[in-house]
């Protein structure tokens, strides 16, 4: 069974960091493409960041590129994303999610087979 978890969301005021953190069991992790989504309340779920199996080529919304980093680890199944310079708007439940695929087309959530529960991030001005 396929397993997503996220962690490391939080209450942030404008300005800071957090790292959010993905782990994985029952897939085999490096075969996997992952993606960051979120979805703010009243709002679509929309792709934040992705990253290929090998972490050779990484994707971002341009609203959070220079401010936000995905990484991964295949050594242990983890994949993060950095985010700094938070703004208001960056709050939302963020997702972490599997791909089997290629990262082409990694803004469509439909690219992800396998998802996380959510993690909340919460910006405060």
């Known amino acids: 069974q396929v397993q997503v978890v996220e962690s490391g969301g939080g209450l942030v005021e404008t300005g800071g960091s957090l790292r959010l953190s993905c782990t994985t069991s029952?897939?085999?992790?490096?075969?996997?493409?992952m993606g960051w989504f979120r979805q703010a309340p009243g709002k679509e779920r929309e792709g934040v960041s992705a990253?290929?199996?090998?972490?050779?080529?990484?994707f971002y919304k341009h609203s959070v590129k220079g401010r936000f980093t995905i990484s991964r680890n295949n050594a242990d199944n983890t994949m993060h994303l950095h985010m700094t310079t938070l703004k208001v708007e960056d709050t939302a439940m963020y997702y972490c999610?599997?791909?089997?695929?290629?990262?082409?087309?990694?803004?469509?959530?439909?690219?992800?087979?396998?998802w996380g529960q959510g993690t909340q991030v919460i910006v405060s001005s």
């Open positions: 999610a599997a791909s089997s695929g290629a990262c082409g087309t990694w803004r469509s959530q439909m690219t992800f087979g396998y």
């Open positions: 029952g897939l085999t992790f490096d075969d996997y493409a």
């Open positions: 990253i290929s199996w090998s972490g050779n080529n990484t």
